[in-house]
């Protein structure tokens, strides 16, 4: 981490940038102290996974999706009335 005054910052602005850009964090100071930090803008993590990634990752059988058509014969009839 370094330490930059804002009159550095205002005059090589591109240059600081591109260091923070290229990992380092940069404080500005105002009068000797810490205003603001630049740090690398970093990439977003993702939430979750395309069917394909997801797929990618097990190894062996595919995952299929069950057709309406295989439910069908699924019924509640032996659970007996409710009580």
């Known amino acids: 981490m370094s330490l930059v ?3 550095d910052l205002r005059n090589h602005t591109a240059e600081i940038i ?3 850009r290229n ?3 940069v404080t500005i100071t105002v009068n000797g102290v810490p205003a603001a930090t630049l740090v690398p803008v970093r990439p ?3 939430l979750f996974l395309t069917k394909q990634e997801f797929l990618a990752l097990r190894p062996g059988k595919p ?3 069950a057709h309406p058509h295989d439910l069908w014969d699924d ?3 032996d659970l007996g009335p409710i009580q």
Do not use: Y
């Open 23 to 25: 990992g380092e964090e």
């Open 75 to 77: 019924t509640t009839d």
């Open 5 to 7: 005054p804002v009159r």
């Open 44 to 46: 977003p993590t993702r």
């Open 63 to 65: 995952v299929t999706e």
């Open 18 to 20: 591109e260091r923070a």
